[in-house]
């Protein structure tokens, strides 16, 4: 309970939390036959405190070993830990044992099973600098003949090959720009989608009947009118803490490897995954089967309700969550794999779902302070049912960008630009026919169109009408789209090149870089992605600019390296990669050789990432990323007149 209270009371600073400011090493001493002494060292990063495995109540977390198989073990003593800190300790304003530098931990044990090879566990430990704290769990293993099986060797080939990633810039300091650092905009973005998706969802029939009810029960079974106002301020709360909390997992994700989430959100396999479990999605709005979690979770929790004060409360926004799977999960659903294939996934997933939670307890919270206003809302009926059919065109299209982004990074050729859009196109047509009444669904009911629904059925012909002029036109009609539709180069019509807007590009380092030296051009490097709705965007909305067109095409050789690119490397080319906190990738594809060069380099696995500098690795300004016309354009213009002066 302390640490889940923890977790909850820091979670924005765990939100920001994408570093791991802690790194161990572990060996075996052998004493004797059956007898071991396990030594645990934490080096730790400079400003941040680990805290002992003794610390005071209220404070920090401590640090705790827990071991597996425990009935093979004999423990001597208790875990020893090296002499802590004593000092006072601003973020829990109270004394606190702690570490900085280093810290050495050992246990002595004895084993009882002569057949048991190998000890195992994990490490509970938190940290903390001025400003956050994180919690993380750190596995060990140990081989009883003296080597750490959790340290995987890596080969002198490999660490040759690691070494060739890394480039030898100048002006390091320029990556440190803030400009770098600013996603204020996405996750504004992020959250209104939240925000819009939870609106959506008060909208169904699963959760919008549930808004008088709930609310007269507050009202009418309290006490006074201020300790049923209090209820629902409180019930709003927890309800956005579910949702946020359902995020959280995906941070320990992250956290283990930084491109994890960008490697999962372009899996061809997952992707596939996706677009099957869409698909399930939206005929389930179409109204052909109900989506609902097993029935004994919905009644345990709403059993817990009953309860008094503020955990009933707490399993009353629980119980809602569950009962309106049916139609908040696949809003989720799209919320999810939305976030993860942008970059800070596991925050922008929070965010986003913090976004979801707010518009949905917003009228809980409203209605409890105005409870005269329930008389004005509308009432239940076959609107919900319309909203919920919409809402199954809007899934089948996302659907095919799952598929989409399988066939782009499995390089399979199938849905090209032309087919994906005349899908889009037989959707929307199909949306406009049911919205004028000509097609229905199990559930509907035949009746006159309201005038709502004849202003959306003319949107959607409008849509209708964009989508097929987008498919016949030879030139991008469709830039509002930029990002869902592949590509323009990934067509069934002939191309002049396959790089975005038919300009010049190289798709290696090496071979981009010799271009480079021999034209005496500074370079543009692309970390972009086949699956990266905002690259395509940028390429399409901001490339195309009439001022920055020619620039990309004349003044700079443009290397654009695709992460989530799938296709193997030769195997003399695989090599196993060290990561900075110990951990080692196989690097078996092209987009992974490329993931781990932007990271070496650049410590970001964000896509779209852009780099100007010299071929010598002189950086020409900092780096920028998904951003206006105006912003790249100056940041180009900037950066080619700081060639000028270098390249003369």
Request: glycine letters at 6%; one cysteine or more; aromatic letters at 12%.
């Amino acid at each position: 309970m302390k640490k889940l209270l923890l977790i909850l009371c820091c979670l924005p600073q765990l939100l920001l939390a994408q570093v791991n400011p802690v790194s161990w090493s572990t060996r075996v001493e052998p004493l004797s036959d059956n007898e071991y002494l396990l030594h645990f060292e934490a080096s730790i990063a400079e400003k941040w405190h680990l805290y002992s495995q003794h610390t005071p109540d209220g404070g920090a977390l401590p640090t705790v070993f827990l071991f597996e198989n425990q009935s093979d073990l004999t423990f001597i003593g208790a875990v020893e830990e090296s002499t802590p800190i004593n000092a006072y300790d601003p973020v829990f304003e109270m004394d606190q044992l702690y570490f900085d530098g280093t810290a050495h931990f050992q246990q002595k044990i004895k084993i009882n099973n002569p057949e048991f090879t190998s000890i195992s566990g994990e490490i509970e430990y938190q940290a903390c600098d001025d400003k956050l704290c994180i919690f993380r769990t750190e596995p060990f293993s140990f081989a009883l003949d003296g080597s750490s099986i959790a340290a995987i060797q890596v080969d002198e080939a490999s660490l040759e090959k690691s070494k060739a990633l890394k480039l030898n810039l100048k002006n390091n300091e320029l990556l440190l720009a803030a400009n770098n650092l600013d996603t204020g905009g996405g996750y504004l973005n992020i959250f209104l989608l939240g925000l819009l998706g939870g609106i959506l969802a008060l909208l169904t029939p699963c959760v919008f009947p549930m808004i008088p009810l709930t609310v007269s029960y507050f009202v009418k079974q309290s006490a006074s009118k201020a300790r049923g106002t209090g209820l629902a301020f409180l019930y709003g709360f927890f309800i956005v803490l579910i949702y946020i909390i359902l995020s959280l997992p995906f941070h320990f994700l992250e956290g283990l490897n930084p491109q994890l989430l960008n490697t999962l959100a372009t899996n061809v396999v997952l992707n596939v995954v996706l677009f099957v479990v869409f698909v399930f999605f939206a005929f389930s709005f179409f109204g052909y089967y109900e989506l609902t979690l097993p029935s004994s979770w919905s009644s345990k929790a709403d059993a817990a309700s009953q309860f008094q004060g503020v955990i009933g409360v707490f399993f009353m926004a629980l119980t809602l969550a569950l009962v309106s799977f049916s139609c908040t999960g696949p809003i989720l659903g799209s919320l999810l794999a939305g976030s993860l294939s942008n970059a800070q996934g596991a925050t922008q997933l929070s965010v986003g779902m913090l976004g979801f939670g707010v518009a949905l307890a917003f009228p809980f919270v409203l209605f409890a302070l105005f409870p005269k206003s329930l008389d004005r809302l509308p009432k239940s009926g076959g609107w919900m049912t319309q909203l919920k059919v919409v809402l199954g065109f809007l899934e089948l299209a996302l659907a095919l960008k799952f598929l989409s982004n399988a066939d782009l990074v499995g390089h399979w050729g199938i849905l090209k630009r032309e087919l994906f859009i005349g899908i889009w196109l037989l959707l929307s047509v199909l949306l406009t026919l049911y919205l004028f009444g000509v097609i229905r669904f199990p559930h509907d009911i035949k009746g006159r169109l309201s005038n709502g629904r004849k202003l959306i059925a003319l949107l959607a012909l409008v849509f209708t009408a964009y989508l097929a002029r987008g498919l016949f036109a030879e030139t991008n009609t469709l830039k509002s789209l930029s990002g869902f539709p592949p590509p323009e180069f990934y067509s069934y019509r002939a191309q002049d090149s396959d790089c975005p807007l038919n300009l010049n590009c190289y798709k290696a380092y090496e071979i981009g870089l010799q271009a480079a030296i021999e034209q005496q051009k500074p370079i543009l490097l692309d970390f972009t992605g086949w699956a990266c709705v905002n690259c395509r965007k940028m390429e399409e909305n901001v490339w195309s600019d009439p001022q920055i067109y020619p620039l990309l095409m004349d003044k700079v050789v443009l290397i654009s390296l695709y992460v989530d690119d799938r296709k193997p490397l030769d195997i003399e080319d695989q090599f196993k990669f060290e990561q900075p906190n110990g951990s080692v990738l196989n690097i078996n594809t092209v987009g992974e050789k490329w993931a781990a060069f932007q990271w070496t380099n650049f410590k970001t696995a964000s896509q779209p990432y852009y780099i100007l500098m010299t071929p010598d690795g002189q950086l020409l300004g900092p780096s920028i990323q998904y951003s206006s016309i105006s912003d790249f354009s100056d940041w180009l213009e900037n950066g080619l007149k700081a060639a000028d002066n270098l390249l003369k």
